[in-house]
């Protein structure tokens, strides 16, 4: 079982080096390098998750996000569920917890590798387990999704982690996932 605060210590943690990495400085100033041109950049995230909250006292997920990146700004598209792991190959029905959402940040690019940090709004599911015939109950709510994430990189073939929360009013929840990417990322 992981608990909360190492949860929130850890993604403190990782906004915090991602934060650094986005808002570093550039080596040359606006003045003495010509301006690049305007690279966009589209793939797909796809990987596991491991995880704490909404429900679930620890976790196994997914992730599957489109994201699309034009200079700094990063865009994507996320779909992200948790289940409560107790044993293969039936968890015996207990909590989960689920966001579709919407995140806008800022991107740092090098040609091997990306750091990003963005939030959002997502549609959040919250399962408090049970299974339907001992009172499983699914809530719905919004939700503000953070991320904080690293990947290295080559043009099209991506692997990364990302440290990620869904603060809600109903039951927030975070982890960590490991994902591959594959996309246009020049």
């Not at 010509?34 to 995880?51: H, I, K, N, S, Y």
């Not at 408090?128 to 904080?148: C, D, E, H, Q, Y």
């Not at 990947?151 to 975070?174: C, I, R």
């Amino acid at each position: 079982m992981i608990p909360i605060s190492a949860l929130r210590a850890l993604l403190r943690a990782g906004l915090s080096v991602a934060l650094a990495l986005v808002a570093a400085p550039r080596g040359a100033s606006a003045q003495t390098a010509p301006e690049q041109p305007a690279r966009t950049r589209v793939w797909l995230d796809a990987g596991f998750a491991v995880g704490a909250g909404g429900g679930v006292e620890s976790g196994l997920g997914w992730i599957a996000q489109l994201n699309y990146q034009k200079r700094s700004r990063f865009w994507a598209l996320r779909f992200a569920g948790l289940a409560e792991f107790e044993g293969f190959p039936d968890s015996g029905g207990d909590g989960g917890a689920g966001e579709f959402g919407v995140l806008y940040g800022r991107s740092r690019v090098r040609s091997w590798a990306e750091a990003t940090v963005a939030a959002g709004l997502a549609l959040t599911g919250i399962d408090k387990g049970g299974g339907p015939a001992n009172g499983s109950s699914t809530s719905f709510t919004v939700g503000v999704p953070l991320t904080a994430r690293i990947s290295a990189q080559t043009p099209v073939l991506g692997v990364g982690t990302e440290l990620w929360m869904n603060v809600n009013p109903k039951a927030p929840f975070g982890g960590v996932s490991f994902f591959l990417q594959l996309g246009w990322m020049p």
